[in-house]
Antibody, heavy 120, light 107 residues
Framework: QVQLQESGPGLVKPSETLSLTCTVS????????WNWIRQPPGKGLEWIGY???????NYNPSLKSRVTISVDTSKSQFSLKLSSVTAADTAVYYC??????????????WGQGTLVTVSS | DIQMTQSPSSLSASVGDRVTITCRAS??????LNWFQQKPGKAPNLLIY???SLQSGVPSRFSGSGSGTDFTLTISSLQPEDFTTYYC?????????FGQGTKLEIK
């Protein structure tokens, strides 16, 4: 079965760049859209953006100036970089596969999530 | 951005009850609406996709309906493991957006 696993530092200093990687196992990274979503503690879900296996990206305009998502198909990994972080970027970060069939899209599965805290 | 509004934000019910959660979109999203269940400390889990399709492995007591701007998630007979938080999400257009969540509590 498809599994996703986030990895990266759990603590980032303000103004620095948050970097996370999602490793995909159990399925090819090809032919899907790969997403990042975040959830501040005790709050709701915010979609950050996606990358298609071929490299095309789509970012949430609210974060677009600070976000870069990249893919390494040889390692079955995709990555998130979020620059100039502040305390407001403290959240659990999830990666998720988006299945697209006939134009309809849904997110499944998700990684377990990783908490990133922005603090000096 | 398309705004997704869930109601109620919280709901008290008993085991065996039938409950309905509503999700309203700020504009028509056809059937591009998904429902997730999230338990504390865990990732969201897909229950329903494209408004009414039951994800494989999800119990049949969960069902979804609606199109356009108004959607519902119904749990036909609540089980103890169902008392947690539910989110709707639109994938009609980016940025994909989620409802604020509905917390289902034991009465």
């Amino acid at each position: 079965q498809v599994q996703l696993q986030e990895s990266g530092p759990g603590l980032v200093k303000p103004s620095e760049t948050l970097s996370l990687t999602c490793t995909v196992s159990g399925a090819s990274i090809s032919s899907y859209y790969w997403n990042w979503i975040r959830q501040p503690p005790g709050k709701g879900l915010e979609w950050i953006g996606y990358i298609y296996y071929s490299g095309g990206t789509n970012y949430n305009p609210s974060l677009k100036s600070r976000v870069t998502i990249s893919v390494d198909t040889s390692k079955s990994q995709f990555s998130l970089k979020l620059s100039s972080v502040t305390a407001a970027d403290t959240a659990v970060y999830y990666c998720a596969r988006m299945v697209n069939r006939g134009g309809e899209n849904w997110f499944d599965p998700w990684g377990q999530g990783t908490l990133v805290t922005v603090s000096s | 951005d398309i705004q997704m509004t869930q109601s109620p934000s919280s709901l008290s019910a008993s085991v065996g009850d039938r409950v309905t959660i509503t999700c309203r979109a700020s504009q028509s999203i056809s059937s591009y609406l998904n429902w997730f269940q999230q338990k504390p400390g865990k990732a969201p889990n897909l229950l329903i996709y494209t408004a009414s399709s039951l994800q494989s492995g999800v119990p049949s007591r969960f069902s979804g309906s609606g199109s356009g701007t108004d959607f519902t998630l119904t749990i036909s007979s609540l089980q103890p493991e169902d008392f947690t938080t539910y989110y709707c999400q639109q994938t009609y257009s980016t940025p994909y957006t989620f409802g604020q969540g509905t917390k289902l509590e034991i009465k």
